[in-house]
């Protein structure tokens, strides 16, 4: 099971969506198939557009993740990850409180993604 609520000032309410597994891609195509508007632009981790807060819902410690180098290096270019966060992915696997939305996977948590925004739709 995995609910992921979209937070951002962009939207005038939040939305959850339940993942079913069909949905398990990335975070950005989940928010795409769904019309959540999301920045994006590459779609492949190389302009940090999509660059979103996970906030993880559930009790439970955060699934193990392997972060790769092309995603630190731009959360890093962007101001988005602490050293302590780097040394924490890089040695027990755990995600930074920031990602990308097209480089992280829907898992079988409850999270809430939030992105920035500042044009509130109808
Ligand atoms: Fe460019 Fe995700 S869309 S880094």
Known sequence: MANVTFRSPSMAKDITLYAVAGDRGTLLALAKAHKIPIPFDCGDGNCGSCVVEVEHLTKNAPYGIALTEKEKEMLRQLGKITAAEIENAET???????RLACQCFVRNEDIAVIFPGDEVLP
Request: avoid cysteine; charge should be neutral; aromatic fraction near 0%.
């Open 92 to 98: 027990n696997d755990m995600p930074p409180r920031h």
